[in-house]
């Protein structure tokens, strides 16, 4: 079983957490022939529509169905449009949150594992910058509760946070690491070292080329030790929030990759 569940400390004590399903996949062979073999999977839209990503229409709570749209683009033709606003419902027995998630062709993280994430968001005018908590992307353990690691939109500021559903001592932690601006896209690139020893993981996030945050370790690590099934953690990207937010919010992701290097991964010149 898998939960998306994201937030601070009070708001996970408060809910009850989200139970979703979704199964491991090999790794996608879109990448465009000549790219380096170390990038394991993009998910830049061009296909125009969402068949680069895993079907996951159980992460669809409280939103409209995920569009393709040609405006806003980062590059190229097609980017996708997430968007929440508590006027739409979905049951299929999802409680405690609203999203709208997509899940990378990607074979899920393991103990060890180094990877580098690159996307591209945009929050459209009237997103609610300064709610409380919003999730954009995480790296998910395999059972339910808040992630080891994710990117968080919360009053007026990009974070980096997690921690706080380890199963045996949460310790969560809450990192700003820049404006939160709507209208503009802004370019990430995160490098994870995946570990449920503190010692070992780590994290550092680029956001349009400047280094946002330098290497940072959890101290909960950046995944939680295995409690079911066989997977560690997992990707999951999109637009996740609290159902007390009322204000519609719509997310715009482009040019998503990841890979084993952070060249496989780097964007051509734009």
Request: one cysteine or more; hydrophobic letters at 35%; glycine letters at 12%.
């Amino acid at each position: 079983m898998r939960a998306g569940r994201g937030g601070r400390a009070a708001a996970w004590a408060a809910a009850a957490f989200a139970l979703v399903f979704a199964g491991c996949a090999a790794p996608s062979s879109s990448a465009a022939e000549g790219v380096s073999s170390e990038l394991l999977w993009a998910g830049d839209l061009e296909t125009g529509d969402l068949s680069q990503f895993q079907d996951g229409p159980w992460n669809l709570v409280g939103g409209v169905p995920p569009k393709i749209v040609e405006d806003p683009v980062r590059s190229g033709r097609y980017a996708v449009a997430l968007t929440l606003d508590r006027t739409t419902t979905s049951a299929d027995g999802i409680c405690c949150g609203s999203r709208n998630e997509l899940l990378p062709k990607v074979p899920d993280l393991r103990e060890g594992d180094e990877r580098w994430f690159a996307f591209s968001t945009y929050l459209e005018p009237g997103f609610p910058v300064d709610a409380y908590w919003q999730v954009l992307t995480q790296f998910k353990q395999d059972g339910d509760g808040p992630p080891p690691l994710g990117l968080y939109v919360e009053e007026g500021q990009y974070r980096i946070e997690g921690g706080g559903g380890h199963p045996w001592s949460p310790d969560p932690f809450d990192t700003p690491i820049g404006a939160a601006t709507t209208g503009e896209w802004v370019d990430w690139t995160i490098h994870v070292v995946f570990s449920s020893n503190p010692d070992t993981g780590s994290v550092e996030v680029w956001k349009n080329g400047a280094l946002a945050l330098p290497r940072f370790a959890p101290p909960a690590g950046t995944m939680y030790p295995k409690m079911f099934g066989t997977a560690d953690s997992y990707v999951k990207t999109g637009y996740y929030r609290s159902p007390d937010i009322a204000t519609p919010g719509t997310l715009v992701l482009d040019d998503w990759r990841i890979g084993t290097t952070r060249e496989s991964v780097d964007r051509s010149p734009s």
